[in-house]
């Protein structure tokens, strides 16, 4: 776009810019004058299009001096000199040409008022451009067209849907490029019953099945959340390109419809229309938004079988698929195409490369992508302190921390929620009351950030210090769930279950909903405290009032529950009535509850179920040792003797190896959601 220049000359300033070769009086030549304008104006045309401006108003200004037979020559130069104008950014040119016009009375020539919109909307000079449009007497949608596009362009939205107005009650009649425009602007203002004005116009106009109007009708209808009258209309189209298959598409994932959004991409597929990167891009984003990581890199990955080239957004979308499922030999794939096709300095990308590597554990990868950053924002610190802070690095943490700001920036709320969560994980409270300090003494730049005084709440609560995480609680101007949920925890944990329901019940007396993680809060809180019959109603309550489905979590908080108490038979019923495969800590609690206890039965059939599942581990075959020889169980023993004696060497084996590198430590990750994480991959890599 052409930079804008000084606005608001006069007529009379204007005619100051007529070169003086242009005023004077016309020569009269011997030979024949009417071959002259012709042989001009065919040099004119030679020299715009070699793009020699300079020769072309030499040549004006000739073809102005032979005034038999070259009005139309010189209407015709002056048109194609402003389009010339336009092109390479000359703006005082362009008003030399207008002054011209305007002295020879050609100002408001049909031809020279579209090309004089289109001059002055191109410097962004639109007051110009509406004055010419609106003063002219030439009744063609043409120069409204451009000046309606123009506002849009520049998001001047209410100014193109009253231009578009002004030129209805003139009685001009709008052309299928005027429709998209004011169409556009209606869907930016969210302005539905202008919108529908224009609908309608559009219905008894010989444009109803133009392609490009009809598209524009439904982007305006998604802008608007009306998914059923965007459907309908693309039902009616008779021609459809991808951009109406991508904005439908668009309408339904705005709106949450993702099984429709999928159904549309596939019948886009089938009808045989190209799925531009944008498609691709909206897919991607759907199934990261849901949670469906594989699926996400999966879509990206097809995006190069089907020859798509993959842009910023793409290669955005894989990388943070793959830091999710921890794919690295994905993740190692779309760093080289990053460098490939020069993202990786793109902060955006970078950053995700940083999280990608760091939530993969491969924290060397992560620092090399944040060393070779050409200047790093607060942003690109915060990646790589989140990195090692949920690799539990306290150390490094720390450094990288004083290293920042030691570069002149600040921690944001960001930067000190991560941390905040690595001292609650680490139990590092004075490293946690520091940053408290900190925030406290800037409490007017942190007071309205809802995740830092969480954090807070989380990091007392957690080490059981219950009294600084309340008093946390209570300075809070405004709470959420998560508030909740970090207190209701830490009440739970030091095993005071009362007080943890008795807070549940009032955030749920706040008219909070509680999630599946508060759920897990408060059964734990029950089967810390013996809690069994309020253990059990919350279980149901959960499932019939909150309408949240159990998962794996809940039935280990009531496996637990139910071993705390003795209640064995409920534990092992509870086992067995579970939609997914139990988890070894599940057996193993009824194992070590079983040998409390006494009760054989049940202690054996959990051994022989954990036994089952392997790999089994050294400490586990340990557990189930004991249970068979508390059970008499000689023959079984056996068998796990000669199992242990083989799994010792491999362990120890693999501890060796692990102290030769570091260890992943994110929260929660253990050997089987390092496997589930590898055949995520590998389900990619069949999949792409």
Known sequence: MPSSPCRGLTVTELRKFIPKSWKQPHILETHNETSVPGALFKS???????????????????????????????????????????????FLPGQQ???HCISSGLEFDPILVPK??????????????????????????LPWSVLIGSYVRNKRFAEAVSAYKRMMSKGIRPDEF????????????????????????????????????????????????????????????????????????????????WEEALEFFERMSLSGVEATVVTWN??????????DFVKALSFVAKMRNHNVSLDLVAMINGVKACSHIGAIRWGREFHCLAIRSCYAQIDNVGNSLITMYSRCGYLKHAFIVFQQREANDLSTWNSIISGYAQNERSEETFFLLKEMMLAGFHPNHVTLASILALCARVVNLQHGKELHCYILRRRSCFKDSLILWNSLVDMYAKPGKIIAAKRVFESMSKRDKVTYTSLIDGYGMVGEGEVALAWFKEMIRSGMEPDYVTMVAV???????????????????????????????????????????????????????????PSRAMYATLIIACLIHGNKD???????????????????????ADMYTASGSWSKLEEVKRLMSVGVAHEFASVERGLS????????SSSSINQEQSSDEERVVEVG
């Open 661 to 668: 590198k570091p260890v992943m430590g994110t929260v929660g």
């Open 602 to 624: 049940i202690g054996e059939w959990a051994a022989d179920r954990l036994r089952e599942m392997e790999p089994v581990k050294l400490g586990h075959c340990l557990l189930i």
């Open 282 to 291: 909206t897919l991607a984003g759907v199934f990261l938004q849901t949670g």
């Open 178 to 257: 005027t429709y998209p425009s004011v169409l556009k602007a209606c869907g930016a203002l969210l302005d539905f019953s202008s919108g529908r004005v224009v609908h309608g116009s559009v219905e008894v106009s010989p444009h109803r099945r133009s392609l490009y109007v009809c598209n524009a009708l439904i982007s305006m209808y998604a802008r608007f959340g009306n998914v059923d009258i965007a459907r309908g209309l693309f039902d009616m189209m008779s021609e459809r390109d991808a951009v109406s298959w991508n904005t439908l598409i668009n309408c339904y994932t705005s709106q949450g419809k």
């Open 44 to 90: 004119l045309g030679h020299f715009i299009s070699q793009g020699r401006l300079s020769e072309a108003f030499r040549t004006f200004s000739l073809l102005l001096r032979h005034h038999s037979g070259s009005r139309d020559f010189a209407l015709q130069s002056a048109a194609s000199l402003l389009s010339t104008c336009v092109e390479f950014n000359e």
């Open 116 to 141: 004089l919109v289109t001059f002055y909307s191109a410097f962004n000079l639109l007051h110009e451009a509406q004055t010419i449009t609106e003063s002219s007497d030439f009744f063609h949608p």
């Open 523 to 581: 059964l734990s809180a029950c089967s810390h405290s013996n809690l069994v019959s309020e253990g059990e109603m919350q279980f149901k309550k959960m499932q019939y009032v909150f309408g949240i489905l159990p998962r794996l979590e809940h039935y280990s908080c009531m496996v637990d529950l139910y071993c705390r108490a003795g209640l064995l038979v409920n534990a092992r019923d509870i086992i067995r009535r579970i939609p997914y495969e």
């Open 97 to 99: 040409i207008h002054a």
